[in-house]
């Protein structure tokens, strides 16, 4: 789903792109069915809102086991590359930003810190970021395979080891949040810890609220904000 701000009829003017990704169990129908107001966002702040599908359960990674599952690529190499090539956007990764909930917060993560030439922003709302904690949870068997057997590919998609391998030069801008009564809270705290002891600037905030999407309908207007500033700084 495209979501074109209002401005769009201006065939002369180009859009700086936000990748918005649902969580576990969703599709690319979520936010606009759950969080109407980002269409108005989007007239407001003159962008595009991109909303690519994740199946079920992909995690948005590509799979080392079924070949049907190569979402990172699907979404950071080719969605975006469709994009680019059939809208008016500015084709610069200063112009371009990825975020989602729940397993959208991690797959915006995770596709920024490997794609940092590609995207210049990214935002989590409510992250599941450990994968090592829920190996038979959530589908990631079928995605990721045994972590016995499959150790290299667990260990290209644990966040954690890949925010150690980040450059500084990469100068991604990062905003997370979480509610206070979320299961994943404890997962965000530790990434926002992390980030903080090696020295990566990053935007971090709790609210009250739950894993639901009263929480999510409150924290996108303030991550569409975030980025809009971030691209008002090489795009007036």
């Known amino acids: 789903m495209v979501i074109m701000p209002d401005?769009?009829?201006?065939?002369?003017?180009?859009?700086?792109?936000?990748?918005?990704?649902?969580?576990?169990?969703?599709?690319?129908?979520?936010w606009v069915n759950k969080v109407p107001d980002i269409k108005e966002e989007a007239d407001q702040y003159k962008m595009i809102i991109v909303c690519?599908?994740?199946?079920?359960?992909?995690?948005?990674?590509?799979?080392?086991i079924d070949s049907s599952m190569q979402y990172e690529t699907f979404i950071s190499i080719e969605v975006s590359a469709y994009i680019?090539?059939?809208?008016?956007?500015?084709?610069?990764?200063?112009?371009?930003?990825?975020?989602?909930?729940?397993?959208?917060?991690?797959?915006?993560?995770m596709m920024a810190f490997h794609h940092p030439h590609f995207f210049g922003a990214c935002g989590s709302m409510s992250g599941?970021?450990?994968?090592?904690?829920?190996?038979?949870?959530?589908?990631?068997?079928?995605?990721?395979g045994d972590s016995a057997t499959h150790v290299e590919a667990w260990k290209h998609y644990l966040l954690t080891d890949i925010i150690q391998h980040y450059s500084k030069k990469d100068s991604l801008a990062i905003i997370m949040d979480c509610g206070t009564e979320d299961y994943f809270l404890k997962d965000n705290r530790a990434l926002d810890g992390q980030l903080t002891r090696l020295g990566i600037v990053h935007n971090y905030t709790e609210r009250p609220g739950n894993?639901?999407?009263?929480?999510?309908?409150?924290?996108?207007?303030?991550?569409?904000l975030f980025f809009h500033n971030y691209f008002k700084k090489y795009y007036q």
């Open 7 to 30: 401005s769009y009829i201006n065939k002369y003017s180009k859009f700086p792109v936000v990748y918005l990704l649902h969580g576990y169990s969703g599709n690319y129908s979520s």
């Open 128 to 144: 599941a970021f450990d994968l090592s904690t829920m190996p038979h949870k959530f589908g990631l068997l079928n995605v990721l």
């Open 52 to 64: 690519p599908d994740g199946a079920y359960s992909s995690w948005y990674l590509d799979s080392p």
């Open 211 to 224: 894993h639901n999407w009263n929480y999510w309908a409150g924290s996108i207007p303030k991550q569409l």
């Open 84 to 109: 680019d090539k059939h809208y008016h956007t500015i084709k610069n990764k200063h112009a371009r930003a990825i975020a989602g909930l729940s397993m959208g917060g991690y797959g915006s993560l």
